[in-house]
């Protein structure tokens, strides 16, 4: 009997330059579905990192065409594969595989992208996306279950026209966090960790060390992380007057990583939408609390407001909330403890647990 043969369609993968927790995610399924039998291909972009073809951890990758043509090379693998499902990944942008697809489609969305399609596009292309991915994706889809990870996200979706019923979440997982070394720095230090790209709003982050600058003189920001946005957060510290106390570590490795995170007073999240928020989890699995904007999508999950952390509703709120958890020290040692309890509850296997049971439930219909 032959395996069930699964194909992930998807803009990036975690070793291309742009790649961040949303592929780190699907591979995660990916893999865990392969450990399980399944034939599991991802197709994506191509990309310097990386073989146009090759499989890890039983998983088989194939990356061609770029930024848009990745899209048309999809539908070829689509029809070419013949899969028994297809995982349409919807980074804002569908893949339109239920126009040639013979097999069910189940579609996997990290959150909508409303407010980043202006912020990457500006207000013209970016109504276009939104258009795209509000009226005319649900209906496309219409038939198409859904996986998304957080209850945000569902609820967002099933105001898009998407109904709930047809909605699944599955959390993302945690991987363990590695022993550190490090232990926390005598000076308040802020880390921020994500991609670097305009919607992330690195920007805010350096805004707010301008901000508590003179209340906190030895005030550090730490951000890990690469991309394309990198000379213009190098020219906004300067145009703030803290670069010197802003440190851009561009890419680190994981160990390097968890001893920014472990030594850190507070994790920053000022992004304008995530999934969930998987540096919030990982700072949490280290003792450190996050502060994030109350509107961003499933980081108001993964956060629990007062306990791991603190959800601001606005800029100046952010700063006021960080620096509140600057200034309590006692307020910041119980959500360590809070923020480590609740980090332990997520991870991975648990998650393809809950994704291969919705693999099963596609393939019967």
Request: proline fraction near 5%; charged fraction near 25%; hydrophobic fraction near 45%.
């Amino acid at each position: 009997m032959s395996r069930p043969t699964v194909l992930l369609v998807n803009w990036r993968d975690t070793r291309h330059p742009e790649g961040g927790g949303s592929e780190r995610y699907v591979e995660r399924m990916a893999e865990g579905l392969a450990r399980r039998g399944y034939d599991v291909t991802i197709q994506c972009a191509a990309h310097a990192n990386a073989p146009a073809d090759e499989v890890v951890d039983g998983v088989r990758f194939r990356r061609r065409g770029g930024r848009l043509t990745v899209y048309l090379w999809a539908l070829v693998a689509v029809l070419r594969l013949r899969p028994d499902l297809v995982v349409d990944v919807q980074n804002g942008m569908p893949f339109f595989s239920p126009l040639v697809a013979r097999c069910p489609v189940l579609v996997l969305v990290h959150h909508v992208h409303r407010e980043q399609w202006t912020a990457v596009l500006g207000p013209v292309l970016g109504r276009i996306g939104w258009l795209v991915e509000s009226r005319l994706a649900p209906r496309l889809y219409r038939n198409c279950a859904y996986v998304t990870v957080s209850e945000v996200t569902r609820t967002e979706l099933d105001r898009l026209g998407v109904s709930a019923a047809r909605i699944t979440v599955v959390h993302n997982g945690l991987d363990p966090v590695p022993p550190t070394r490090a232990a926390q720095d005598r000076d308040p230090t802020l880390v921020l960790v994500g991609r670097l790209v305009p919607h992330k709003q690195v920007e805010h982050a350096i805004d707010v060390v301008a901000r508590l600058a003179a209340r906190w003189p030895k005030l550090r920001l730490e951000v890990v992380g690469q991309g394309w946005w990198l000379s213009n957060l190098r020219r906004h510290a300067d145009l703030r007057d803290v670069q010197d106390r802003v440190t851009l570590h561009g890419w680190v490795d994981e160990q390097d990583k968890h001893e920014i995170i472990a030594r850190s007073w507070v994790h920053v999240c000022p992004s304008v939408k995530e999934g969930w928020g998987v540096a919030i989890m990982e700072a949490a699995a280290h003792g450190v609390p996050s502060v994030a904007y109350r509107a961003a999508g499933g980081v108001a999950e993964s956060i629990v407001d007062g306990f791991t952390g603190l959800l601001a509703d606005d800029f100046d709120d952010l700063v006021e909330k960080v620096d509140r958890l600057l200034g309590a020290a006692t307020l910041r040692a119980g959500m360590a403890v809070a923020g480590r309890a609740r980090a332990g509850r997520y991870d991975w296997a648990r998650s393809v647990d809950a994704f291969e049971e919705l693999v099963r439930e596609s393939t019967r219909t």
